[in-house]
């Protein structure tokens, strides 16, 4: 079965850290994308960074740059998300998502089909 | 960054009835590049359609999608009672990728 599951969401205080983990199986993770996207109490999704295959490029949203870092094991199958500089509005569900970029008839298909189902982080004093 | 308005924010509506929500991007995006997605309470999204138009799979033929350049829709031709969820459209035509804001079927 295709999986993805999150790990270590908790409760930190203003300006702490987290670490994130997402656990794939079922998959050749080392041939994928992987996201991390985040859902605020009552609000939409948002997303929040991605990485290459094999590492080699990491993008992500304004809002969290220079204080996250996305990266991956693909030896242990395993998504991460460093969190440093932890804000009262990073408070959210956190889910790893798969991208799949499918070629098919000369054009590139890009969408999220595995998520897991989610991390809470609340941050607050 | 390509801004995602979706519309309306929310519906009632009856099972049965036909549906079609909106997503307005503030640039062009490859239809190849904007997905569909349902959200239920408590829920992990669940991709819907692809390239604006290609059913994931397991996706009953009733919730289809169309559109091109700045405007795309979702539509469900007979509502079940499944189908009452909050949907999200999404691009990945360039960094951030982004979500509109949702638009919320509720039951009438």
């Known amino acids: 079965e295709v999986q993805l599951v999150e790990s270590g969401g908790g409760l930190v205080q203003p300006g702490g850290s987290l670490r994130l983990s997402c656990a794939a199986s079922?998959?050749?993770?080392?041939?994928?994308?992987m996201n991390w996207v985040r859902q605020a109490p009552g609000k939409g999704l948002e997303w929040v960074a991605n990485i290459k295959q094999d590492g080699g490029e990491k993008y992500y949203v304004d809002s969290v740059k220079g204080r996250f870092t996305i990266s991956r094991d693909n030896a242990k199958n395993s998504l991460y998300l460093q969190m440093n500089s932890l804000r009262a509005e990073d408070t959210a569900v956190y889910y790893c998502?798969?991208?799949?970029?499918?070629?098919?008839?000369?054009?590139?298909?890009?969408?999220?089909?595995?998520w897991g189902k989610g991390t809470t982080v609340t941050v607050s004093s | 960054e390509i801004v995602l308005t979706q519309s309306p924010g929310t519906l009632s509506l009856s099972p049965g009835e036909r549906v079609t929500l909106s997503c307005r991007a503030s640039?062009?995006?490859?239809?190849?590049?904007l997905a569909w997605y349902q959200q239920k309470p408590g829920q992990a999204p669940r991709l819907l359609i692809y390239g604006a138009s290609i059913r994931a799979t397991g996706i009953p033929d009733r919730i289809s999608g169309s559109g091109s350049g700045t405007d795309f829709t979702l539509t469900i031709s007979r509502l079940e009672p499944e189908d009452f969820a909050v949907y999200y459209c999404?691009?990945?035509?360039?960094?951030?990728?982004?979500f509109g804001q949702g638009t919320k079927l509720e039951i009438k």
């Open positions: 079922g998959f050749t993770f080392s041939s994928y994308w």
């Open positions: 640039q062009s995006v490859s239809s190849s590049y």
């Open positions: 998502a798969r991208e799949t970029r499918a070629y098919t008839y000369y054009y590139y298909y890009y969408y999220m089909d595995v």
């Open positions: 999404q691009q990945f035509g360039s960094s951030p990728y982004t």
